[in-house]
C-alpha cells in the first residue's frame, strides 16, 4: 500500500530533468555573492589621451647603377687566367688536316687564329710560329698574310670628369654605385645639410606616390626614373624627436635613373651630388649617416 501511493505521487510530477541540488547551490551563491561598491567608491584608471598623427616624410634614395664592369682584382684575374689555361689545354685538338687543303689560304687563316688563341690563354711565349730542328719557321706567319702584331690599346676606364672632380656629372666612378645628395636649409636656424631628396606625406597619399612627387619637386621633371617597389627599404627616427610630442620617421625609397639629369629648384636646394657610399659620410651628418648606412650599396 506504501509502494502504491509512492509511485502514484511521483505520477503527478511532471517529467522534466531531475536536479536535486540546484535549490541548495542557488542560496548558497546568492549567499557569498559580495555586494557591488558604487561607482564612486572604485579607483578612478586614467586613460590616455588619443595620440595625434605622428609627422612622416619619405626620402628617395635615387641610385645609378653602374656603367662598365668593376675591374677585376688579382686574384680574380689568376684565377680566371688559369681556367683559361685548363680550357685551352683540355679541349680536343680540332683536325685542320683534315678539313682544310694543305698550303691553302684558308688553312693558313686558321692557323694563324690558332695562334692568336694560344697566346690570349697562356701568354706571349705561345702562339709563336713552329719552327723545325734547325730554327726554321715551318708554316704560316704573321708576316705571310699581313697580319702584323699591333698593340692594342683599351679604353680607359676612368672618365674624364674623375680626375677633374665633377660631383654633379653622372659620368663619374663607372665601376661604382652612385646616390643622389642634395643641399638644403633645414630647421628654424637654416643649417645647411646634406641629405636624400625628401618631402611631407599628403593625406590619403602612399609612400611611393609621395616620394615620386617630392623628388620631382626638388629636382626637377628632366629625370627618367623608376621606382622599385612600394615598400620603403628603410626608416630613420631622428635622435632629436625622442620625445612624443616631437617624434618623426623619415621612410625611404629606392629608385633608379634611367636617363637625364637633375635641375635643382634654387629656391628650396643649394646644392647636388652624386657620391659614393664612402664619400657621403663627411658629408652627411653623424646619426643620419648611421641610419641610413646599411641600406647602401659597398661597391
Aim: aromatic residues 10%; neutral net charge.
Amino acid at each position: 500500500m506504501w509502494v502504491r501511493n509512492a509511485l502514484s505521487s511521483c505520477r503527478r510530477h511532471p517529467r522534466g530533468p531531475f536536479h536535486p541540488f540546484s535549490r541548495s547551490l542557488a542560496t548558497e551563491a546568492s549567499t557569498s555573492s559580495p555586494v557591488a561598491p558604487p561607482e564612486s567608491s572604485l579607483p578612478q584608471t586614467s586613460h590616455p589621451k588619443t595620440s595625434q598623427r605622428l609627422p612622416i616624410t619619405t626620402a628617395i634614395i635615387l641610385n645609378r647603377s653602374p656603367l662598365i664592369t668593376r675591374t677585376p682584382s688579382l686574384f680574380e684575374r689568376a684565377y680566371y687566367a688559369y681556367q683559361a689555361r685548363i680550357q685551352r689545354a683540355l679541349h680536343n685538338p680540332f683536325p685542320y688536316e683534315f678539313w682544310f687543303k694543305e698550303g691553302s689560304p684558308l688553312e693558313t687563316r686558321f692557323r694563324v687564329e690558332d695562334m692568336k688563341r694560344e697566346r690570349k690563354a697562356f701568354g706571349k711565349p705561345f702562339g709563336m710560329p713552329a719552327t723545325d730542328a734547325e730554327g726554321n719557321v715551318v708554316g704560316p706567319t704573321y708576316e705571310d698574310i699581313g697580319l702584323q702584331e699591333e698593340d692594342e690599346e683599351s679604353m680607359p676606364r676612368t672618365h674624364a670628369v674623375d680626375t677633374q672632380g665633377d660631383v654633379k656629372s653622372l659620368d663619374r666612378k663607372g665601376q661604382r654605385n652612385l646616390y643622389l645628395l642634395i643641399k638644403a636649409k633645414s630647421g628654424e636656424e637654416g643649417e645647411e645639410i646634406w641629405k636624400f631628396p625628401e618631402g611631407g606625406l599628403q593625406k590619403g597619399e602612399l609612400l611611393h606616390e609621395a616620394a615620386a612627387r617630392d623628388l620631382t619637386a626638388v629636382c626637377g621633371p628632366y629625370m627618367d626614373t623608376w621606382i622599385v617597389s612600394r615598400k620603403p627599404i628603410g626608416v630613420y627616427n631622428p635622435p632629436s624627436s625622442s620625445s612624443e610630442n616631437s617624434k618623426s620617421f623619415t621612410f625611404f625609397c629606392k629608385a633608379h635613373i634611367l636617363a637625364g639629369q637633375v635641375r635643382i629648384d634654387k629656391k628650396h636646394v643649394l646644392d647636388f651630388a652624386w657620391l659614393t657610399k664612402q664619400e657621403m659620410e663627411s658629408r652627411l651628418e653623424t646619426d643620419y649617416w648611421l641610419g641610413v648606412k646599411d641600406i647602401l650599396s659597398d661597391f
